[in-house]
C-alpha cells in the first residue's frame, strides 16, 4: 500500500507540480525552433564551463535508454519486494513513460537543435538532432522523484535527491549537449510526469476500509441473525 501524505503536503505537491507543467509549456512554446542560446542560456553555460563537473561522462552514460532502464527496473523490483506493487508498477510506467514523452513527442515537436554557418555564403547547418527537452535530465528527474516517493517523500531527502538531475543538467551543458533550456525543460517533465502517474494510482487503489464496511453491511450470516 502506498503512503498517503497528508493534506498539506499533497496540497504543496500539487501546486509545484502544477507550476512545472506551467513552466514546461513556457519553455516550450519560448523553445520552438529555436536554433541558438537566449541570453540568459549563455550566462548559464559560461558559469557551468567555469565549473569542474566530476565524472560527467559517467553521469551521462548513467541515463542511457539501457541503463537507465535497467536502473529503474531494479528500483521498482526493490519497492515491489517490499509490498507496494501499485507503487512499483506506476513508478516504473512514470519514468519510462517521460522518457518516450521526451524522445518521442516533444523532442520533434519543440524541434530545437544546433546549428552553425559555414562556407562563404554562411549556410545554415543543423548539427545534432533535437535537444528539446534533455532525455538525459527527463530521465534523472523521474528516477529522483521516483526513489523520493518510495521513501514516504521525507522532506530532507528532497534535496539530495534533486542533485541527481542538477549534476546530469551540468555533465549535459559542459558536453555541449544541450542549452540550459533543455535541461530545466527536462527536469520538470520527468518529475510531473512520474508524479502524476504515482497519484492516479494512488486515487484508483482500492479502499480497504470501504471494502471491509461494504462486506460487513451485506453479510449474509449476520442478515439472517
Known amino acids: 500500500m502506498i ?6 503536503t499533497r496540497a504543496l505537491e500539487r501546486v509545484g507540480v502544477l507550476a512545472g507543467i506551467i513552466g514546461f509549456a513556457f519553455l516550450a512554446v519560448i523553445m520552438w525552433h529555436s536554433a541558438r542560446p537566449t541570453r540568459w542560456e549563455k550566462t548559464i553555460i559560461r558559469r557551468v564551463d567555469a565549473i569542474p563537473v566530476p565524472f560527467r561522462d559517467f553521469w551521462i552514460s548513467a541515463f542511457q535508454p539501457v541503463a537507465f532502464a535497467f536502473v529503474v527496473l531494479v528500483v521498482a523490483g526493490i519497492v515491489a519486494v517490499l509490498g507496494r506493487r501499485r507503487l512499483a508498477g506506476s513508478g516504473l510506467a512514470g519514468c519510462i513513460g517521460a522518457v518516450l514523452a521526451a524522445e518521442i513527442v516533444f523532442k520533434p515537436l519543440i524541434d530545437r537543435t544546433r546549428t552553425h554557418a559555414v562556407g562563404s555564403h554562411q549556410r545554415i547547418v543543423r548539427v545534432g538532432s533535437e535537444m528539446f527537452p534533455s532525455a ?8 529522483a522523484m521516483f526513489v523520493w516517493i518510495a521513501l514516504d517523500r521525507r522532506p530532507g531527502l528532497a534535496p539530495i535527491l534533486a542533485l541527481l538531475p542538477v549534476v546530469v543538467g551540468c555533465s549535459a551543458i559542459a558536453l555541449q549537449l544541450h542549452y540550459p533550456a533543455d535541461v530545466v525543460a527536462g527536469a520538470l517533465l520527468g518529475s510531473a510526469v512520474v508524479w502524476c502517474t504515482v497519484a492516479v494510482a494512488e486515487r484508483t487503489a482500492p479502499n480497504p476500509t470501504a471494502t471491509t464496511d461494504t462486506a460487513r453491511a451485506y453479510d449474509p450470516v449476520r442478515t439472517s441473525r
Request: no cysteine; glycine share 0%; hydrophobic share 55%.
Open 3 to 8: 503512503p498517503a501524505p497528508n493534506a498539506r
Open 136 to 143: 538525459h535530465v527527463t530521465a534523472a528527474a523521474a528516477l
